[in-house]
């Protein structure tokens, strides 16, 4: 486990650990506007992958890979702004998707632990690098910004680092 600044700043760590300017990551559309700044900010390009009641459609994922994704950045649940939460079945279906491609990186923001209902279906594990970032600032105080970040090995290591 590390400890970070909020969500934003994890995810802003693990994706500058991984990727350098002019790489691809697929983002959901419609988005989270704090991401969606920060991917012009690190020299990255955003491949748009839409989603719907069940978070992001795994053949825009395929598309978004198959255009040069180098990695996906999604929320499992109460996405921003459409308040979507990956179901199971959606979750088995991206988990297909991504251990296709095992080198990109898998990005998960569960930045609504505490304050929704749906569980969590996390795609852990799907490739060889991933974090998981679970935020606590809006269960326990917006002022508060930690989150806590799990990963594989090599992942946790480079945050760390930064």
């Known amino acids: 486990l590390a400890a970070t600044s909020g969500s934003l700043d994890a995810i802003e760590r693990v994706l500058a650990a991984h990727l350098r300017p002019g790489d691809a ?10 991401l969606l700044d920060l991917v012009p900010a690190l020299g990255l390009r955003p491949l748009p992958v839409a989603v719907d009641d069940e978070g992001p459609l795994p053949g825009e994922i395929r598309r978004a890979v198959a255009e040069g994704a180098r990695a996906v950045v999604l929320t499992c649940r109460a996405q921003n702004p459409t308040g979507a939460a990956v179901s199971a079945e959606r979750a088995r279906e991206l988990r297909e998707v991504l251990a296709a491609h095992p080198e990109v990186l898998l990005v998960e923001d569960d930045h609504g632990h505490g304050i929704v209902a749906p569980p969590p279906h996390p795609l852990a594990g799907a490739t ?18 930690v989150a806590v970040v799990t990963g594989d090995a090599v992942t946790l290591n480079r945050l760390r680092g930064r």
């Open 25 to 34: 990551l697929a983002v959901e559309d419609p988005g989270w506007g704090s």
């Open 128 to 145: 060889t690098h991933w974090a998981f970032v679970r935020s606590v600032a809006k269960a326990y105080g917006p002022d508060l910004r």
